[in-house]
C-alpha cells in the first residue's frame, strides 16, 4: 500500500508545477500524503530522491519535467536500490527504468497534427473555426523487470493492457 508518493520536479519549468498541481489530488485518492522535493539542474536528481527516501516515501513520480527526466537514470538507481516503485507521465521513461508510465503517446500525436496541417494546407479545413483537440487516452508503457528491480509486481494482466512494455 501506498501511503506517501514523492514528487520531483524544477519550479523554474512551467509546465512542472502545473503537473504537479494536477497529480497531487489525483494521487491523494490512493496515497494520502506527499512528500515534495524541488530542483534546480539534473545533478541534483538523486540527492533529492534520496532525501524523499528519509522522508519514508512509498512510491517516486515524475512528470514530463524536462530536468528529471534527463536525470532520469539517477532516480532510478536511488528506486531500484531503496524498493520504491517509480511511476511516470511520459511512456518513454519506462524504457529508462520506471516502473509504469501512462501519458501522451507522442507518435499519435504526430500523426493527428500531420492530418491537421494537411486538411488545413488543402482548405478542406478552417482554422479559425477548428477547435483545439487534446489526445483523449493516453498511451501505457510498463517495464516489468524495473518494476521487479523496484519492488513491484505488476500483473499479467496489467502487462497485456500497455501499448509498450520494455524489459
Do not use: H, M, W
Not at 501511503?3 to 491523494?28: D, I, W
Not at 528506486?79 to 507522442?106: C, M
Request: charged share 15%; proline share 4%.
Amino acid at each position: 500500500d501506498v501511503q506517501t508518493v514523492g514528487y520531483l520536479y524544477n519550479p523554474a519549468e512551467a509546465n512542472s508545477v502545473v503537473n504537479t498541481e494536477v497529480a497531487e489530488p489525483a494521487a491523494s485518492e490512493q496515497a494520502p500524503a506527499s512528500e515534495i522535493a524541488t530542483i534546480s539542474n539534473s545533478s541534483e536528481v538523486q540527492t533529492a530522491a534520496e532525501a524523499l527516501v528519509a522522508r519514508n516515501v512509498d512510491a517516486f513520480f515524475v512528470s514530463t519535467d524536462s530536468t528529471v527526466v534527463s536525470g532520469l537514470e539517477a532516480l532510478v538507481k536511488v528506486a531500484n536500490e531503496n524498493d520504491i516503485p517509480l511511476f511516470a507521465n511520459d511512456p518513454s521513461s519506462a524504457q529508462r527504468g520506471a516502473a509504469v508510465a501512462l501519458g501522451l503517446d507522442y507518435y499519435q500525436d504526430g500523426l493527428d497534427t500531420g492530418a491537421l496541417a494537411v486538411a488545413i494546407l488543402q482548405g478542406t479545413l478552417d482554422i479559425a473555426a477548428t477547435p483545439i483537440e487534446q489526445q483523449e487516452a493516453g498511451s501505457l508503457a510498463v517495464n516489468p523487470a524495473a518494476a521487479a528491480d523496484q519492488g513491484l509486481e505488476l500483473s499479467q494482466e496489467f502487462i497485456d493492457q500497455a501499448a509498450q512494455v520494455f524489459e
